[in-house]
Every structure is written in C-alpha cells, then in structure tokens.
C-alpha cells in the first residue's frame, strides 16, 4: 500500500484529528441520524455492524435498541476516541474493532442491519465497500447510509470535489444521487428508499478547524468560497454571518436489501 493511498490518507487524516471530530457538532448531531434509526427500524435482537463509526455516533444510537452493536473504524485513534465516548455513555453492547471498510472480517450472512454514516466519500473503492455489506448482511438485513452528495450539474460537481480535496487530502469523492443508485443496484441491493432533502449545515472556521487544515489551505479556500459564482454560492447555500461563510452540503440517505 502506498503511502499516498486513501486508506493512508484517511488514517493520517482521522488520526491526528480524531479528537476533534469527537466534538463535532455536525457528526455528533444532524437529522440523518434520527432518519437511519427510523429506516432500519433495530429491535432487541439485532446485530448491527457500523462502518467507518469514526468516534462512534451512529453506533451509539443503534446501541440504545440493539443487542449488539460493532463499530469499525480504519485509524486507531477514532476507534479509542469512540470506545472512551461509548464508556462515558455507559454502553457495554458495542465492541470497537480497527477495520477497514473493503476487507470486513465477519462471517456470510451474520448481521441484521449494517450502517454507515458520512464516510464513503474517503474510501478507497466504494463498490468493493459494498460488496462486503451485502455479503455480511443476512438475507433479511437492511443497509443504511448516509454520506455527503453532489450536484448532477457538471460544474458545481467539480467546484465541490475540489474544494474539498484542497481542505482534506484524505478526500476521494462524494458520489451523485443516481451514482449511489447504480452503486447499490450494482452490488445485488434492492433500493427502497433514497432521500435528498436533508443537508449538513456547515460553518467554514469549525469546518477547516476540525479538518486541521493549515493556513495557506484556509486561505485558498476561503479564497474560492469568496470568489464562488451565484450558481455555485445558490446550489451549496452559501452566505456570510458575522464574518464567517455559513454553507451546507446535501445528503443521500439510502434503505437498501439484499436482492
């Protein structure tokens, strides 16, 4: 593996900054989290794999219905900052693993719901993420993601994905609605549900504070959130408050089964 591979840059990336996605407002909180528990609808019984936990929101709340709950993550110091918030909360049905998302070292068939929540836009390969969840997932599982999307339009598609490449290196690609829809389909799900009208409201100074980006970074992409085209600053809802950009990105949260 090089060493500037996605699973490199990720676990660089998260490693030294996993404290501060520990106290991160748009991880710890958002509408997508009430969303994925209502969608998957966990009873008592089930077992519930999560992907790429980071510092464990999601699995904390499936961890309030669940049996059981494993939570993976590809860098060590997310997965210790998630099982210290997982011992705080006084949770004793989650284990943390250090996994990457592509190689999952789980039995065919021996998970009832499978999660994962603003993370596939730094992996690797993506089909080959989910490949590994519909081979984990029994027959009557259900897969819930979330993760940050982008425009269809061609142009607002590559402001984003830049942007976001020059903030975080460990950055790869966040994926269109109907990307995810082929993504999945391709994969041997059946697609029940896929929303797009929640978003992850953002504040620049927290956003490049929790990425650790350093000054000459900032300053670039404050420089092109400053220069951003109407279409650009209309599609990603972009605005000054008080001195400080104030924007969103859209997400896609998905309900898929085994076909």
Not at 1 to 12: C, F, L
Not at 136 to 145: E, K, N, V
């Amino acid at each position: 593996m090089s060493e500037t591979s996605p699973e490199k840059a990720s676990q660089r990336q998260f490693g030294r900054q996993a404290s501060c996605y520990a106290a991160s407002r748009p991880h710890a909180t958002g509408t997508s989290l009430g969303v994925m528990v209502d969608w998957a609808k966990p009873t008592p019984a089930d077992r519930v794999l999560d992907v790429a936990s980071g510092t464990g929101f999601i699995a904390f709340a499936f961890a309030e219905v669940a049996a059981e709950v494993v939570a993976t993550d590809i860098t060590m110091n997310m997965v210790q900052e998630a099982r210290r918030l997982g011992v705080e909360r006084g949770f004793r049905n989650i284990r943390f693993l250090q996994v990457p998302a592509e190689a999952l070292p789980f039995r065919d068939a021996s998970f009832d719901i499978a999660t994962c929540r603003i993370a596939p836009h730094h992996f690797a390969s993506v089909p080959a993420f989910l490949r590994e969840i519909r081979r984990i997932l029994r027959p009557t599982g259900r897969f819930i993601l979330t993760d940050t999307s982008s425009s269809e339009e061609p142009d607002l598609n590559t402001w984003h994905q830049e942007l976001e490449r020059i903030r975080d290196p460990s950055h790869v690609r966040n994926y269109t609605p109907a990307q995810w829809q082929r993504l999945i389909e391709d994969a041997g799900f059946t697609l029940e549900e896929l929303a797009t009208s929640h978003r992850t409201e953002l504040v620049f100074s927290d956003w490049v504070r929790t990425s650790g980006s350093p000054p000459e970074v900032v300053a670039e992409v404050h420089r092109r959130f400053s220069e951003a085209s109407p279409a650009v600053r209309d599609a990603f809802e972009i605005r000054e408050v008080d001195g400080d950009f104030h924007f969103s990105w859209m997400l896609v949260i998905l309900l898929a089964r085994p076909a």
